[in-house]
């Protein structure tokens, strides 16, 4: 630091050692069955230049980072599955053969190496005119680069019996391959430009406007439907093209305000916002389990949101907050069916919370203080899939503690997740023609023992 200037310089790293082992088709039977083995580093490093004036602050800075991961995603594939796929065909087609597989599991290796990289410079000018008004202009000029490396491959032993009783039996093995890359690069300047209007000390007005990006990528999951496709001899197309998701890109509009419409009493933030989404990236589950990420050309969001922080006596606490968001499709198509006008599912509607915080002096010797809290939380209405065809209306929880306190020691006795409208779940989806949700976590009792640095 030298003066009202500053330079700072941040270097992370991050090491992931990781060994799922997934029943991807969550029935009783084990069709699909998968061993996800990652080893992932990631280095970033962010060096930024800061000044800080009277009337004028700015940081300057670039950031970088470059993520590798080695994946090892085998699947095992229940003959089972694929017989009964034979089965049917022969019931629509008489005239085929009959097919049978001679083991009882067939492998598909699935190895992948992805590698991300990217930097930004960005530079964010803040200037304040008149004491009063604050003008914030920022920009952020962005490359990302995505690469994939993928090698699949499966033997399939059969017995192949033509539709005759003179022809003989034929043994066959085959041999799947599915292998490649692929990578994309993108370059973007994302601007931001906010305003805010500073009354007095007590309330201020804001408005920001701010373009956002993410980048696109490959979905390494559905490769085993490919493979799938390609022992029952369909057409695999355009493979790189099929696992590629695009970027997504938005426009993000707020205006609020920030008061204390009583001295340090009562806190009150309000906010209302839209989002103007292009290609917004969703995760969409398969028939076989297997989840894969695409894109909904365009989604519109808007709300509001407000919370309100009160301490209408010495010790006592009161806070709330409500927040409402509309998510709807306004462009996306899959597979011939129009989504336009559904909500976005996994966005809940409202969510609201509510806590109360009182603390008890005791000046006794090992106890300063008891603190007694209570805090609600609840979220509306939530659509689970793209369809809107299944939700879940309004759940509440409960939590609460009382805590024992004496300076930087605190002994805290806690029940979380007391449920006020029934069970509440957090996910839902469909595999194999069945459903399948996440419950929510269940009532939970405990004690905490702490120390503060």
Not at 61 to 67: N, Q, S
Not at 145 to 168: C, F, G, L, Q, W
Not at 218 to 240: E, F
């Amino acid at each position: 630091k030298i003066g009202k200037h500053k330079i700072t310089s941040a270097t992370g790293y991050q090491y992931l050692d990781d060994n799922m082992l997934l029943d991807m088709d969550y029935t009783a039977s084990p069709y699909f069955t998968m061993s996800d083995k990652q080893r992932q580093h990631t280095f970033t490093e962010e060096i930024s230049f800061m000044s800080k004036l009277k009337w004028y602050q700015q940081v300057t800075g670039l950031f970088g980072f470059h993520t590798k991961n080695d994946m090892k995603s085998p699947v095992d594939i229940d003959k089972s599955f694929l017989e009964n796929i034979f089965k049917q065909a022969k019931e629509r087609v008489p005239t085929m053969p009959t097919i049978t597989i001679d083991t009882d599991k067939i492998n598909v290796s699935g190895d992948f190496l992805s590698t991300n990289y990217g930097a930004a410079l960005y530079h964010q000018s803040t200037f304040t005119f008149f004491k009063k008004l604050t003008l914030t202009a920022g920009l952020r000029a962005e490359y990302n680069r995505t690469e994939i490396k993928y090698d699949n491959s499966s033997v399939v032993d059969m017995t192949i019996k033509p539709n005759s009783p003179y022809a003989p039996a034929i043994d066959s093995v085959e041999h799947h391959n599915l292998n490649g890359n692929a990578h994309k690069e993108y370059w973007e300047f994302l601007p931001k430009l906010s305003l805010r209007y500073k009354f007095n000390d007590q309330w201020n007005i804001y408005a920001t406007a701010a373009k956002g990006f993410k980048a696109g990528g490959y979905n390494t999951a559905i490769t085993a439907n490919l493979m799938q496709d390609m022992m029952q001899h369909k057409s695999v197309g355009d493979v790189n093209n099929t696992l590629y998701y695009k970027p997504e890109y938005l426009w993000n509009y707020e205006i609020g305000m920030h008061a204390q419409p009583v001295d340090d009493k009562l806190f009150v933030d309000a906010a209302v916002f839209f989002i103007d989404d292009r290609d917004q990236q969703l995760v969409r589950s398969a028939s076989n389990g297997t989840r894969k990420i695409t894109n909904a050309e365009r989604v519109h969001s808007y709300g509001a949101e407000a919370s309100v922080r009160y301490l209408p006596i010495k010790n006592l606490t009161l806070s709330a907050s409500y927040g409402y968001t509309h998510a709807e499709f306004r462009k996306y198509t899959v597979d011939g069916v129009d989504f336009k006008g559904n909500t976005l599912p996994f966005s809940p509607e409202s969510t609201i919370s509510a806590k109360c915080q009182y603390d008890i002096p005791t000046n006794a010797k090992y106890l300063e203080k008891v603190r007694l809290s209570a805090e609600y939380r609840a979220l509306g209405r939530i659509y689970w899939d793209d369809e809107n065809e299944h939700m879940q209306d309004y759940k509440g929880q409960l939590n609460a503690n009382v805590g024992l306190i004496k300076d930087k020691y605190s002994l805290t006795m806690w029940v979380n997740n007391i449920a006020l409208d029934g069970e509440q779940n957090t996910f839902y989806f469909e595999s194999m023609g069945k459903s399948f949700v996440q419950k929510a976590m269940p009532v939970s009792y405990g004690v905490t023992l702490k120390k503060e640095l």
